[in-house]
């Protein structure tokens, strides 16, 4: 369980459980850093940011069809040319087109189907400890992966990046235009913390996604959920409107705190152990 003791000295204090790692009473406050402040002029391990560059590099996760198949599913059925998928012929248009071309060519014909509307996701990522090993690798992946399937060349996706330890910091606003490589080498680059605030960090995400005109808003977790910091991060996910956790389960970590989380975020729970369970993970957890 952790307390957050509200006016610092313990009146006030909520007592609902935070996961199962024990019992931790912390008046810590977080706030809002401004990144180039933190930022230290090269990563604390040169190797490891090679390896998470190498990974950003070439790691793509499988892009999410951007109309559907079918007639069937989400989306607003809209009118479009014929690309040798759908069978649903829009009769009044396709007339229109026969009127001035008695021959027209396959994909002059309309036919209509399912345009997928636009997402915006945060990715939370969390940095506290040290970003070496495994925890970069899959950091980087996640990076790559959302980077490769929400800004790439012909879609109105957004992708913005929090990173969190005992403060929070914005690494990426929606606005913002920047590479993988990029947003990864300013992860690598704040100094290793020690103490993780789950709840501060979906904050500074919800205050990201309230900018946004996007109607379709996820955020995506990616953390051992190890909270000892702060209030509990269940109220902050209850608030969420769509939350899903991808869970460092390569060391030590709080399944149940994952568990609860996703649930109340009315999201999706993916584990994850190695760098190559990401891109798998962000296609379940974020499937149309």
């Not at 069978?87 to 021959?103: F, G, K, Q, S, Y």
Request: with cysteine; charged share 30%.
């Amino acid at each position: 369980m952790v307390v957050d003791l509200a006016d610092g000295r313990g009146e006030g204090a909520d007592d609902r459980p935070a996961g199962g790692q024990g019992v931790l009473v912390t008046m810590q406050r977080a706030r809002r850093r401004d990144l180039e402040e933190l930022l230290e002029d090269t990563p604390a391990d040169g190797e490891v940011a090679a390896m998470a560059r190498r990974i950003a590099r070439s790691l793509t996760v499988r892009r999410r069809p951007r109309v559907a198949s079918s007639g069937r599913g989400a989306g607003r059925l809209q009118p479009m040319p014929y690309r040798y998928r759908s069978d649903d012929i829009d009769i009044d248009r396709t007339l229109e087109v026969l009127a001035e071309r008695p021959h027209p060519e396959d994909t002059e014909i309309v036919v209509r189907e399912r345009a997928r509307s636009p997402r915006a996701v945060v990715l939370v990522a969390d940095v506290s400890g040290s970003m070496r090993g495994e925890k970069a690798r899959i950091t980087a992946a996640a990076v790559a992966a959302l980077t490769a399937d929400l800004t790439g060349a012909g879609t109105d996706d957004q992708l913005a990046l929090v990173a969190f330890w005992s403060d929070a910091a914005l690494v990426k606003s929606f606005d913002a235009r920047m590479p993988a490589a990029r947003m990864l080498d300013r992860l690598l680059r704040i100094p290793a913390r020690g103490l993780t605030n789950v709840s501060f960090g979906l904050e500074v995400a919800r205050a990201e996604l309230a900018r946004t005109p996007v109607r379709r808003r996820s955020i995506v977790l990616l953390s051992d959920a190890v909270h000892n910091a702060g209030p509990d991060p269940r109220i902050a996910a209850a608030r969420c409107g769509e939350l899903h956790v991808m869970l460092e389960s390569d060391g030590e970590h709080d399944a149940d705190l994952a568990v609860d989380l996703a649930r109340l975020g009315r999201g999706r729970l993916a584990p994850v152990a190695t760098h190559r369970d990401v891109a798998p993970a962000l296609n379940h957890l974020l499937i149309d």
